[in-house]
């Protein structure tokens, strides 16, 4: 794989992927780059370059097989393996986000942890909540490669930490909050009341216009 990849091109592989999923349930077995950067929003200069940073792919004057560069791209990101993901928090979030997760194919979810004692040992969906404290022994014995944050801003430091002690090399935290990231361990954020501020600007920029 070819060094220096731009992060937003990285990102863009998730929204080709997506496209050219629907592009399969229509039965389509080749599609153009002009028309996959149509379906995604996005310019078909923009497509080719992206790809051309992962590797050689399609075909002069036919374009991509679309279940060839389904599969390129799946093992590109390393989801065309399960994913083993385990949820921190068992709350109203970290509930909503086994049940979405569980719908998701290339998604494993292991277990969920949690420092309430009432609600250690229940089960979410068929997925059990463990002491936060056991993610060690957890880690030793399943190997979970990511964990969702779906806790409070306090203590996310320390559980961050903790995780990271434990082996886990990527996070996902609900809470935009400055994390000191461990050495090793990437994080990535999701912050809700970013995105509709975006959404909000958007529909006023084109409200005005």
Not at 40 to 48: K, P, T
Not at 127 to 156: D, S
Request: hydrophobic share 40%.
């Amino acid at each position: 794989m070819a060094v220096n990849i731009p992060e937003v091109s990285i990102r863009r592989l998730s929204t080709y992927l997506r496209c050219l999923r629907q592009a399969r349930l229509r039965g389509q077995e080749w599609i153009q780059s002009s028309d996959l950067a149509e379906s995604c929003g996005i310019s078909g200069s923009l497509v080719r370059k992206d790809l051309s940073y992962f590797g050689e792919f399609g075909v002069r004057g036919k374009g991509y097989r679309v279940a060839e560069l389904v599969r390129a791209i799946e093992g590109i990101i390393g989801i065309n393996e399960p994913i083993r993901v385990v949820i921190v928090g068992a709350g109203n979030l970290g509930r909503a986000l086994i049940h979405h997760l569980q719908e998701i194919p290339y998604f494993r979810v292991l277990a969920a942890f949690d420092r309430n004692r009432k609600k250690i040992g229940r089960k979410i969906n068929g997925v059990e909540v463990f002491p936060i404290g056991e993610i060690k022994k957890f880690y030793r014995e399943h190997y979970p490669q990511i964990a969702v944050l779906a806790i409070p801003p306090e203590g996310l430091q320390e559980t961050v930490e903790l995780l990271s002690r434990a082996g886990i090399k990527g996070i996902l935290s609900f809470a935009l909050q400055g994390i000191k990231t461990p050495p090793g361990v990437v994080i990535s954020y999701v912050e809700i009341a970013s995105q509709i501020e975006y959404l909000a600007y958007k529909i006023k920029k084109g409200s005005v216009a």
